[in-house]
């Protein structure tokens, strides 16, 4: 299909153009960066919540989160007002936010963690998703396009992990960008306003051209992503050569 061409020019442009015209050290300064920048600023607007949810553990933010997915599917299947999904969506959004923040804030990043935020961010993307399809609020071709990025992004950040230390993933080198971050904020952002178009249909197109800048930023992503694989063999490389 078209689209998964275009994802797969960005992964090329990523890993044999972008290193031609930034160096090694720029690519990582600006990917390192960034990220931290966004992390602190985001532990930093929620530390006031999660100092005092000391006694509560990150996990079960994300299991909470996981349970509003499931209250939502109820909702969307009685067909409940789209005032009440569009709050319950907002909870199960802003557990996104808060387990990572937490986890950090509070020194209790873990793998069963990530395993727990990776999870409930797919199950709250395709369930709300599918459901808004079937009612006619979302195209199935934007929904396509952004699990098209989703899921290349996954391969090739698993390609990282695998090059850098042979392992599936590794918590002290999570490569996660903050443009990683921003795709899943723009495209969650695009179903809430798109949940609220049967009462205010003048929100479609905001809703639609939210969830294109968030195709957009996975196509950036992963050109990113694409570069930092290529420093990753390079090093790895020159490693086996010592």
């Given at each position: 299909?078209?689209?998964?061409?275009?994802f797969f020019?960005?992964?090329?442009?990523?890993y044999?153009?972008?290193?031609?015209f930034?160096?090694k050290?720029n690519?990582r300064l600006?990917?390192?960066?960034?990220?931290?920048?966004e992390s602190?600023?985001?532990?930093?607007?929620?530390?006031?919540i999660?100092?005092?949810?000391?006694r509560?553990?990150?996990n079960?933010?994300?299991l909470?989160?996981?349970?509003?997915?499931l209250l939502?599917?109820?909702?969307?299947?009685?067909?409940?007002n789209?005032?009440?999904?569009?709050f319950?969506?907002?909870?199960?959004g802003?557990?996104?936010?808060l387990?990572?923040?937490?986890?950090r804030?509070?020194?209790?990043?873990?793998?069963?963690?990530?395993?727990?935020?990776?999870l409930?961010?797919v199950?709250?993307?395709?369930?709300?998703?599918?459901?808004?399809?079937?009612?006619?609020?979302?195209s199935?071709?934007?929904?396509?396009?952004?699990m098209?990025?989703?899921?290349?992004?996954?391969?090739?950040r698993?390609?990282?992990?695998?090059?850098?230390?042979?392992?599936?993933?590794?918590?002290?080198?999570?490569y996660?960008?903050?443009?990683?971050?921003?795709?899943?904020?723009?495209?969650i952002?695009?179903?809430?306003?798109l949940?609220?178009t049967?009462?205010?249909?003048?929100?479609?197109?905001?809703?639609?051209?939210?969830?294109?800048?968030?195709?957009?930023?996975?196509?950036?992503?992963?050109?990113?992503?694409?570069?930092?694989?290529?420093?990753?063999?390079?090093?790895?490389?020159?490693?086996?050569?010592?």
């Amino acid at each position: 299909m078209p689209s998964l061409g275009v994802f797969f020019s960005a992964v090329v442009i990523g890993y044999f153009i972008i290193p031609f015209f930034l160096s090694k050290e720029n690519i990582r300064l600006y990917l390192s960066h960034t990220t931290s920048s966004e992390s602190a600023w985001r532990d930093g607007l929620l530390k006031f919540i999660t100092d005092r949810m000391r006694r509560i553990t990150p996990n079960f933010v994300s299991l909470v989160g996981m349970i509003l997915v499931l209250l939502l599917a109820y909702l969307f299947e009685n067909e409940y007002n789209y005032g009440l999904i569009f709050f319950v969506t907002l909870l199960a959004g802003f557990s996104d936010m808060l387990d990572g923040s937490l986890a950090r804030n509070t020194n209790r990043v873990t793998r069963l963690g990530t395993v727990l935020d990776v999870l409930r961010d797919v199950i709250l993307a395709v369930v709300v998703s599918a459901y808004l399809i079937l009612d006619n609020l979302l195209s199935g071709e934007l929904f396509f396009w952004f699990m098209a990025g989703w899921i290349i992004l996954g391969a090739v950040r698993s390609l990282e992990f695998k090059v850098s230390s042979d392992r599936i993933f590794a918590l002290e080198e999570d490569y996660k960008f903050v443009l990683d971050r921003l795709r899943l904020f723009l495209y969650i952002a695009g179903i809430l306003v798109l949940i609220l178009t049967p009462l205010f249909q003048s929100l479609r197109t905001l809703g639609e051209t939210l969830i294109i800048t968030s195709v957009v930023i996975s196509w950036m992503s992963l050109a990113f992503h694409s570069a930092h694989l290529r420093i990753l063999r390079e090093e790895s490389l020159e490693r086996r050569r010592m």
